[in-house]
């Protein structure tokens, strides 16, 4: 398996430019989310998603888009790029779609993302 | 609000001797705690989970953590550190979909 993988590992984008960060798992996980790390804040949730269909808003949502039409892919989109959303990006899934934040999470590599 | 903090943003140990992170949360009802551990430029790694039972949770590398209720701390600890443990560790709460994390703590083991 190869468990949960994002692209690109590395990103620069101007202010205002869009773009979609993607997130893909192998292992038919239902609980998939996405978490911005920065230094000293830890992982903040932007999205979530409990199944295929399924998703909701994390504690920083604003200027994200995700959407779950597969069980395995999970994209962030960023609608209009701003230096604050300059971050590493990690996706993560969990076994179980109800009790998912119980259980063991794997993460993604990440993704580097700026914006200048 | 349910939140987990972390007061140390660095512990330094020297290899061979025991290592303590500390973590304490703050949650109405039963806390599911968990430790997890990252490593320079890499995503992060579950180490440890308390649901129920046991205060003292094994978890990999040799890790362990040490619930207590009354003192609300759920301190990750290991009997003999390595230079290879040096990475930075998140406690983190579940909060019913998703995990609250603490800042983090950076592990520093030399040799």
């Known amino acids: 398996n190869a468990g949960v993988t994002q692209t690109p590992k590395f990103q620069v984008l101007k202010t205002g430019q869009s773009m979609t960060l993607q997130c893909a798992q192998d292992?038919?996980?239902?609980?998939m989310s996405w978490y911005r790390q920065d230094p000293g804040m830890g992982l903040r949730l932007i999205h979530y998603?409990?199944?295929?269909?399924?998703?909701d808003q994390g504690e920083v949502p604003n200027g994200y888009n995700v959407s779950r039409s597969t069980t395995e892919d999970f994209p962030l989109r960023l609608l209009s790029a701003a230096p604050s959303q300059t971050s590493v990006y990690f996706c993560?899934?969990?076994?179980?779609?109800?009790?998912?934040?119980?259980?063991?999470?794997?993460f993604g590599p990440g993704t580097r993302l700026t914006v200048t | 609000a349910q939140s987990v903090a972390q007061p140390e943003d660095q512990v330094n140990v020297a290899e061979g001797n025991p290592l303590t992170v500390k973590c304490t949360y703050s949650?109405?009802?039963?806390?599911?705690l968990f430790w997890y551990v990252q490593y320079p430029n890499r995503g992060l790694q579950f180490l440890l989970k308390?649901?129920?039972?046991?205060?003292l949770v094994k978890g990999s590398y040799g890790f362990e953590a040490e619930f207590n209720k009354s003192q609300t701390s759920f301190h990750l600890k290991k009997p003999s550190a390595l230079v290879s443990d040096s990475a930075l560790y998140f406690c983190?709460?579940?909060?019913?979909?998703?995990?609250?994390f603490g800042k983090g703590t950076s592990l520093l083991v030399t040799p």
């Open positions: 983190a709460l579940n909060s019913g979909y998703a995990l609250n």
């Open positions: 998603s409990v199944g295929a269909g399924i998703t």
């Open positions: 308390y649901i129920t039972g046991d205060n």
């Open positions: 993560a899934s969990s076994y179980s779609p109800w009790t998912g934040a119980l259980y063991e999470q794997y």
């Open positions: 949650v109405s009802g039963n806390p599911y």
């Open positions: 292992m038919n996980h239902e609980y």
